[in-house]
């Protein structure tokens, strides 16, 4: 059996700045984006989610 290493979850969970308004009160929403070195992210501060290299 072959494990996804875009499912890991490694990266931060927390603290990414958000591209919108600067803020680091974020959390990952999910640890695969559309593409293997992106992840998914909400802000809580302005509420958008966005994508995140690495």
Known sequence: ????????????????ECPY?????TVRDHPKGPGLCRSM????ECEQPFEQFG
Request: negative net charge; aromatic residues 8%; contains cysteine.
């Open 1 to 16: 059996m072959r494990f996804d290493p875009s499912t890991r979850g490694d990266g931060p969970e927390t603290g990414v």
């Open 21 to 25: 308004c600067e803020s680091t009160n």
């Open 41 to 44: 992210h909400y802000c809580e």
